[in-house]
């Protein structure tokens, strides 16, 4: 008995490892033969990886390294609540890779974080399978390794805060498992509440499977009637949802401030159309089902990524033609599957499944639900012995099925084009796989089942069937990887370490509070995709106005647009289109340029705040930059005729050469006043903007968007010649140019110095304090950072409403003389989430004190 045991226990921790290590030495094969770091020069700085999972993670590693975590951040954007962010991407465990590397290798941690949680899925997969079916069989690696590195995985593994819900997954079904069979909830309580915990997005995904798959177990389990097995398991019933609510509760303390939060974001609002009973995809999406059929050029719009093999493909056929699987399980699994699958296909069912919005790109993000049902009952099918227990007849209609089905999915294609229409073919043209991949997938099908379907199985068929099986899923995983524009490490690791130490030598020179514009940055060379600078702030440790994430606070990204700047949706805003009294509101002390030593000193620099007339909190901002920019200046007792619009001599409108389809507008326009000139309008297409029959695009050719653009600066009276393409021909009041009136701002900025707010230089982002003079004429200090839910004001001891400035920024009423003002941000939801996280957590110790005591 002592012996079976050893063997027992030596056979677990063998397939454990083995289901580990498998995945892992695929996706280092694959990374190193597309040369991804750390086995080559490339990184995998494109898409979101560059733009906001590099950002997000050295800013974490910042914080946790010099001990100065704080819950809202001057980084992103003007400052915003961190909470949502921390949830939504950084809670891995796994994160903590970061700290074993340096900054300038954190690409290399994000492969090598990448490489673990893929083989971690495989490793749970294994435990699942092992301990619901009883089996140490080796073949178990197959299907772990199948779920690790399925559809969703090869197209979305950079995703990385994605891939925890899928490691997390197999342990929560088997928690489920223990609950139903053994009355034990620790597992289940546990894994839920970590797949809560390390993304939010998908932890809510995992709490609606989990409702479906707990009922699959019931009811599989029962043959009687549905009102009798109710009955049956009321009880079961009552206790599954009493610990998952009770679960959910606990990681209120999380969850309350991040919905609260998320509220304040552009997704926030709810489109209709996202709750219509349309299809969202047609036959076209059993294609899917082959390898290689999807890659990430079409990461943004594609069909479910429902890939898990040709193995698991075969054997699930498999599953509903054997006869030693009851009916009954049959019908109960078919329900399972066919509920996911709709949840996908019917619109408001999907988009359900993503908290009430569609997704903008990245389409079906719960398909590896499907997916992991999809490996289990294949798993089920291949302890039944198929190659013993089906007939010829059975082998050959699994066969014809899978073929049947992989050439559905070809003719699917051409159906849903001509459903759709020609704005479809384009795509479908980039989606459908070659003829010939299709061919080499139906022999696969042959080839394997022809194994896979032998009565007597040796190690010399098993060990064929499992190369097929695992070159096929490295190969899908490797073409997955087809079109990406991969970073170059080996740049970005020479180019972040000067400009962070360029940067780094501001911030010890510098202890004042200030935010620095960068219109340089030298890592844009090493990113494989357009690289923005959105999250820079975030990378390099400064206060910036750029932002970009899922998270960022619509109000300020609102406000932002109607001073100038430009914003693509509602979860970017940018540094493009800023002006001096922009740079004045939002304390531009410094400017990066290109090809500079160092950031150059802003002469519009006027502080974090400085006491203003009490009429400045009446002005709300119009989508008029002009008007709005006018309205400020005369609010803020600037002097008159500081910004004045050109006069326009001429303008011609002829048919642009290059493109017949579009108009080339020449304007002609004599500058009022000495000083910078700015324009704005809607119409432009941005690379053919000439200024006097030079070529001058923006840094970013944002066409069919609105953004305030610098046009250089001119002497009173010049004739400056604008020209640019557009597809109107006559442009809107939308267009507009105006000039500042230099020596008259200068004037302006001093008077605004001499009341400038003294900030202490105790204060950190979330207790700011500071002292401030108020006057009869200046009653109000204005402050230049965002006024949201969470901030309270004292001034003198006193609490104090705070004023809305400029539609979003904050504005502190002052007493006649010296004021001390302080300012303590708390996070909205914080203290409701606490309690309620205590009272669950106190509930959840007496429900399992009581199931443990009836046990």
């Known amino acids: 008995m002592e012996s079976f045991k050893t063997k027992h226990v030596n056979s677990k921790w063998s397939l454990s490892g083995l289901a580990f290590v498998i995945p892992f030495i695929m996706v280092c094969i694959v990374f190193a033969s597309k040369k991804i770091t750390p086995f080559g020069s490339h990184n995998l700085l494109f898409s979101d990886m560059g733009a906001q999972y590099l950002p997000f993670l050295s800013a974490f590693r910042h914080q946790l390294l010099t001990h100065g975590v704080h819950l809202f951040s001057f980084g992103l954007s003007l400052g915003d609540n961190v909470t949502p962010l921390i949830a939504y991407y950084l809670l891995s465990p796994f994160n903590l890779l970061v700290l074993l590397f340096p900054q300038n290798l954190l690409p290399t941690t994000i492969s090598v974080i990448i ?127 009493s610990a998952s609510l009770l679960t959910g509760g606990v990681s209120a303390i999380l969850l309350i401030p991040t919905f609260k939060a998320m509220l304040a974001t552009g997704k926030g609002t709810f489109d209709a159309a996202s709750f219509n009973l349309l299809p969202t995809f047609g036959l076209g999406a059993l294609s899917q089902l082959e390898p290689a059929s999807s890659n990430y050029l079409i990461r943004i719009f594609h069909y479910p990524s429902f890939y898990v093999g040709i193995l698991v493909f075969l054997l699930l056929i498999t599953y509903y033609y054997t006869e030693e699987i009851p009916q009954h399980y049959k019908n109960m699994s078919a329900g399972l599957l066919g509920i996911l699958f709709l949840s996908m296909w019917v619109r408001v069912l999907n988009t359900g499944w993503h908290m009430l919005q569609q997704p903008a790109g990245f389409p079906f993000r719960n398909v590896f639900y499907f997916s992991f049902v999809c490996v289990f009952l294949a798993f089920e099918a291949w302890q039944t012995h198929p190659g013993k227990v089906l007939n010829d007849m059975q082998k050959l209609a699994v066969i014809g099925t899978a073929i049947g089905i992989i050439v559905l999915g070809k003719i699917g294609f051409f159906i849903d084009a001509k459903i759709v229409g020609p704005d479809f073919s384009s795509t479908i043209t980039r989606l459908a796989p070659p003829i010939h991949l299709t061919l080499l997938t139906c022999l696969l099908i042959i080839i394997e089942a022809t194994f896979l379907f032998l009565k007597r199985q040796t190690y010399t068929t098993l060990t064929i069937i499992t190369l097929i099986s695992f070159a096929e899923i490295g190969g899908n995983f490797f073409k997955s990887m087809y079109g990406m524009a991969f970073g170059n490490q080996q740049l970005y690791s020479k180019y972040f370490q000067i400009e962070y130490n360029q940067l780094d030598k501001l911030t010890d020179k510098d202890q004042s509070f200030y935010r620095l514009n960068n219109q340089s940055s030298l890592v844009d060379a090493a990113m494989g995709t357009k690289y923005n600078n959105y999250n820079d702030s975030l990378l390099f440790n400064y206060f910036g106005v750029s932002s970009y994430s899922s998270t960022l606070d619509n109000q300020t990204r609102d406000m932002l647009h109607r001073l100038g700047l430009f914003s693509k949706n509602v979860r970017r805003i940018s540094s493009q289109g800023i002006s001096p009294l922009v740079d004045t509101l939002l304390a531009m002390k410094y400017t990066n340029y290109p090809n500079q030593p160092s950031p150059m000193r802003n002469p519009n620099y006027a502080g974090i705040g400085f006491t203003t007339p009490e009429n400045l909190a009446t002005v709300n901002l119009s989508t008029n930059i002009y008007q709005n920019q006018l309205r400020l200046l005369k609010q803020l007792n600037a002097p008159a005729q500081t910004i004045l619009p050109p006069t326009i001599l001429s303008e011609q409108v002829t048919r642009s050469q290059e493109n017949p389809t579009n108009y080339l507008h020449t304007l002609r326009l004599k500058v009022a006043t000495t000083g910078p000139l700015f324009g704005y309008s809607s119409h432009v297409i941005y690379p053919s903007l000439r200024i006097n029959g030079i070529n001058q695009p923006p840094r970013i050719h944002a066409t069919g968007h609105r953004y305030l653009m610098k046009f250089g600066s001119h002497r009173k009276n010049e004739l400056v010649t604008i020209s640019f393409a557009s597809k109107h021909q006559h442009l809107s009041h939308n267009t507009q140019f105006f000039s500042y009136d230099e020596k008259k701002y200068a004037t302006f900025i001093r008077s605004l110095r001499i009341r400038q707010f003294k900030l202490d230089s105790v204060s950190t982002p979330t207790h700011i304090s500071g002292m401030a003079t108020g006057t009869t004429k200046n009653k109000i200090l204005f402050l230049s950072i965002p006024k949201e839910t969470g901030w309270s004001a004292k001034v003198n001891g006193k609490s104090v409403q705070i004023k809305s400035v400029a539609s979003h920024l904050m504005g502190i009423p002052l007493k006649q003389g010296n004021n001390a003002v302080n300012l303590t941000y708390t996070v909205p939801g914080f203290k409701a989430g606490a309690i309620i996280s205590t009272i669950s957590l106190l509930g959840l110790c007496l429900f399992t004190w009581q199931v443990r005591r009836k046990k």
């Open 115 to 241: 490489i673990f949680k893929i083989a971690s899925i495989g490793l749970t997969t294994s435990i699942f399978l092992r301990r619901v079916y009883q089996s140490t069989s080796y073949s178990i690696v197959w299907f772990s390794t199948a779920f690790s590195l399925c559809g969703f995985v090869a197209m979305n593994f950079y995703t990385i805060m994605w891939l925890d819900a899928l490691i997390l997954l197999p342990l929560v079904a088997l928690g489920i498992h223990r609950l139903i069979d053994k009355n034990r909830f620790d597992l289940y309580i546990v894994t839920l509440l970590l797949s809560i915990v390390t993304n939010y997005y998908l932890g809510y995904m995992t709490c609606l499977f989990s409702v479906l798959y707990f009922c699959y177990l019931i009811f599989k389990n029962s043959e009687v009637r549905f009102t009798a097995t109710l009955k049956q398991s009321l009880t079961k019933i009552r206790d599954f949802f």
